[in-house]
Structures are given as C-alpha cells and as structure tokens.
C-alpha cells in the first residue's frame, strides 16, 4: 500500500501518544503556544535510530529553546523504556505509534525481517514541523533507517521558519 503524502499547511490532526516514564501523554496537533517537532523512529531494534536519537539529546537545549520536541515509535512500553534507561535520553519519550497513526502522517510503514528485528509493524523514519495552532509546516520522511535530516541543519531552518513567519512550502 502506498502512503499518501501529508498535506503540508493543513491540520495534521490529534494524534495522542504515552509517555515512557508513565505519567502523562502527549497529543500533538492541539492548538498550543509553541511550535512542535516530532520525530518518529523506527525502534528499540534500530542502531541507527539510537545513533540519531543521541545527537538529537545532545543538541536538545537548543532544539528546546525554540520548540517543543516528540520523539515515538511503534514500540511497547517496555522496549521504549528500556531505550530511554540504557542511553540516558532526556527527551520525552513516547511509545505506541499505531499503524493508522503511521499512515496518517504518510510515513512508511515496514514489516520485521525477522522476530529478532521486532514483531509487529513499525515505522520508517520521520520529522515533522509542527506550527502552534497544530498545521504541518514541515515534512521529513524516509523509506529507510539511513536517511535523516542533519539536526543542525533542521534546526536552524526551523528558526528561520519561525523568526520570519514563513509561508508553507510544497503546496503546488
């Protein structure tokens, strides 16, 4: 099955995910005061997601003075978990990624080589910009683990989105 693209400028919906430490969830597409980014990685199963997401915990105070920051997976509580523990990661991590949820932000969708990888579907990577009254600004997605956005880059391209109020590109 094929994706659809999201559709940049347009609502991207509430989707609500829980939170590893247990004690609250998120709901992104909300209207609320500050931008969001939302990154979505493929699992506890992928070394190139842990690779990624420990440059993005190293750069999370500057990301964090701009915007908010999402970071989920398909993965259960405790494999989540078990991430965050083993790594140190001080963003908020968030688990259970459904596959309408997957489908709903375009991102691919894969099943697992083998029950070593994982056992359910997961998602491929993707980024999402999300403007404060919950529009999609901005859209990363890959087919594969090896493809990211460099976080440098990223980051202060969404600060120039966000100083100088941007408009939406890609709508054509």
């Known amino acids: 099955m094929i994706n659809a693209k999201p559709h940049v400028g347009l609502h991207i919906g509430e ?17 609320k005061d500050r931008w ?8 506890h199963h992928c070394p190139r997601c842990k690779r990624f997401l420990n440059k993005l915990n190293e750069a999370l105070p500057a990301w964090v003075e701009v915007m908010d920051v999402v970071v989920v997976s398909a993965d259960s509580h405790e494999k989540a978990l078990a991430d965050k523990e083993e790594f140190g ?9 459904t596959e309408t949820q997957m489908r709903s932000l375009g991102l691919y969708v894969s099943e697992p080589l083998s029950e070593a990888e994982t056992t359910g579907l997961f998602s491929e990577p993707g980024a999402f910009g999300i403007r404060p009254d919950g529009t999609l600004m901005l859209v ?11 976080l440098e880059e990223l980051l202060d391209g969404m600060k120039f989105n966000i100083q100088n109020n941007r408009p939406v590109r890609g709508t054509a």
């Not at 939170?19 to 209207?31: F, P």
């Not at 990661?89 to 990624?97: C, K, R, T």
């Not at 990363?140 to 460099?150: E, H, L, T």
């Open 15 to 31: 989707l609500n995910f829980p939170a590893v430490d247990g004690r609250k969830s998120v709901t992104i597409g909300q209207v």
């Open 36 to 43: 969001t980014m939302l990154f979505v990685y493929r699992g």
């Open 89 to 97: 990661w001080e963003f908020d991590l968030y688990h259970g990624l």
């Open 140 to 150: 990363d997605i890959s087919n594969g683990p090896a493809a990211r956005p460099d």
